[in-house]
């Protein structure tokens, strides 16, 4: 009988090969999760983000709605147009209303507040005390952040147009598209708000 002296086993270039496999699944398993975590934390900034402008655009959204005259007796709405919005409003429940400014510079909508002072009581420019309320707007050469409505505002309407009759206004609607990490996913947050002054709903 003749037996087969050969055993049976990997050759090296078996084994190289193997090798190469294996270290290619690894690191297209290393990639993969270092993409899915770079994706985690963008979906984990937007979510943020649309948390904090919730909470940003219903402290604006309060402080519109409940415009009212200033302190010296001048109108409820000072000055109005597509991208700035200048109010009075008593937005830290004093019984004084500060003078209220919200404006667009360059990407960034910032506030502006101004508290009354002196007897009688009169609103200094130079007190004002600007902060930035939302970052990374994505905006077009057509952007309205603030849009207009009179009394006979049904919800068919277009918007009122420039220059703003500021006597008139009844409605104002605020559009803002906003990114915490331009052109990348998941896509931009759209905040839009329809306000309705209380104070000159009756007007």
Sequence with gaps: MI?????K?????EVIIVVAM????LFVVVSLRGSVGTLQDIISQKLESRR???QTFQILVTEIRSAGPSSAGAYPIEA?????LTFYSDIDKDDIFEKVRYFLATSTIKRGVIE???NPLTYATSSEVVTTVVENLILSTS???FEYYDSAYTGLEAPMTIPIDVTRVRIVRVSVLADVAPGKAPKPTLFTNTITIRNLRSN
């Design 22 to 25: 294996a270290v290619g699944v």
């Design 80 to 84: 109005a147009g597509s991208s700035t």
């Design 9 to 13: 086993g990997f050759s090296l270039l």
């Design 116 to 118: 009354p002072s002196g």
């Design 3 to 7: 037996h087969n002296s050969r055993q």
């Design 52 to 54: 904090d402008l919730d």
């Design 143 to 145: 952007t309205s952040i």
